[in-house]
């Protein structure tokens, strides 16, 4: 007989399923180009709009950068903290492009940003995280190796594209986590155990995380 403590049971079931989701249909809507990395083929944005919309495009066709961007989102809900994790992130991802088009170099890149989603992914897990200002401070050194990558698809680009292009990566970005931190405190709201819901998730992205980095290394 359905009675409403078997609603409730349904919903605490769904609630990690429906925040599984949040990184999930990304993986499956973009599945095909998700490694491509270049909305434009490789090639610098000639103009604004091409900069804006390569942009908006960079973190989204990257599976790394968006996972990283969803559990950046997710954790600030986790910890009831405000949007200041993937804020930190987004800015000094920034900062990351400026260094890649200064020609420094950043030591491996690409396993570090794999690792990223895989740390982050674990302290999502954990029971208790560590402290906020520790957690912003990995999510900065994070976007440094992030923006230092997405720096790759603007080399060479005058100043209105690439303008155009900071500012498409970092409104994607903020809007992808806020997405995720908005549907994430609605869950949590309405979870009877958050805590395992989070950590459910948490698990999940260190799982596909580990899946990019184990890529990055064989690569």
């Known amino acids: 007989m359905f009675t409403l403590h078997s609603l ?17 249909l990304g993986l499956l809507f973009i599945a095909a180009p998700a490694f491509a990395h270049h909305p434009f083929g490789g090639q610098a944005p000639a103009n604004a709009l091409q900069g804006f919309l390569s942009g908006l495009g960079h973190p989204v066709i990257g599976l790394d950068h968006l996972a990283f961007v969803v559990t950046a989102g997710l954790l600030a809900a986790a910890m009831g903290r ?11 991802s920034i ?7 200064m020609a420094l170099d950043l030591p491996a890149p690409e396993s570090i940003i794999a690792f990223s989603v895989l740390l982050f992914g674990g302290l999502l897990a954990m029971k208790r995280y560590p402290q906020f200002g520790i957690i912003i401070m990995l999510a900065e050194l994070a976007g440094i190796f992030h923006g230092y990558a997405y720096g790759e698809a603007v080399v060479g680009a005058e100043m209105a594209p690439l303008v155009a292009y900071l500012t498409g990566f970092a409104a994607v970005q903020m809007a992808i986590a806020t997405i995720a931190y908005t549907i994430a405190n609605s869950l949590k709201a309405k979870s009877p155990n958050p805590g395992l819901m989070f950590r459910f998730a948490g698990f999940t992205l260190a799982g596909i995380g580990t899946a990019f980095f184990s890529s990055a290394l064989m690569g």
């Not at 409730?8 to 999930?24: E, F, N």
């Not at 405000?82 to 000094?92: H, K, S």
């Open 8 to 24: 409730k049971d349904s919903r605490s079931r769904l609630s990690p399923v429906l925040l599984l989701g949040l990184p999930a």
């Open 82 to 92: 405000d949007l200041g994790i993937p804020l930190g992130f987004v800015l000094a």
């Open 95 to 101: 900062l990351g492009t400026v260094l890649h088009l």
